[in-house]
């Protein structure tokens, strides 16, 4: 058994890696995952492009994992969940829009 879930879209709050650390904390206890490790969270801190300045981030599951990229400047974020159970995906959708204040998400299950 594997599920993915591909999840895009603009958002409106302030991105930093205590945000991100909170995404990950909600997203994996309401989908009854669990983290067996701390998030894993880099910046490219001004290297590379000014439009491509953000976050790369990455938390493991006992069941797989989760990936968050975050363009800083555009307020876009993709993010792939990656599982070997079953979870929700109209809850995983749900709580990530309301987190992250999407209006519009684009998603893709796999």
């Not at 879930?5 to 603009?10: A, K, Q, S």
């Not at 409106?12 to 894993?40: C, H, Q, W």
């Not at 968050?68 to 993010?79: E, G, I, R």
């Amino acid at each position: 058994m594997r599920q993915r879930l591909l999840i895009e879209g603009f958002y409106k709050i302030d991105a930093n890696k205590s945000v991100i650390e909170n995404y990950f904390k909600k997203i994996t206890k309401s989908l009854n995952l669990r983290m067996y490790g701390k998030p894993i969270i880099f910046s490219p801190g001004g290297k590379g492009k000014e439009e491509n300045q953000g976050y790369d981030a990455f938390v493991p599951l006992i069941d797989s994992g989760i990936s968050v990229y975050v363009w800083s400047n555009a307020k876009f974020l993709s993010l792939i969940i990656y599982t070997c159970k079953s979870f929700d995906e109209n809850k995983a959708l749900e709580v990530t829009k309301k987190f992250w204040k999407i209006d519009k998400i684009e998603s893709q299950s796999f």
